[in-house]
């Protein structure tokens, strides 16, 4: 059995896996993107918690917060879809 840490990190590839998939054979991809944010409680919250409601501002602070530069997350999202 593996130990359960390694398990979720290999899941983590595939989820982002399937969410570009779906980003990239969808017509409209911010729709997509609504009705993932829309229909998810967790990241409401997060975009409360770090936003104070406005998706856009949540989404840098995260990734500033987690060290990540928000900009070369979006250019990678631009050219996969």
Known sequence: MLNPILEVLNQKPQKSNNLIDMLSKADNPQQLISNLIQNNPQITTLINQYGNGDPKAA???????NGQDPEQI????KRLV
């Open 59 to 65: 989404f840098y602070e995260y990734a500033r917060r």
């Open 74 to 77: 979006l250019n990678l999202i």
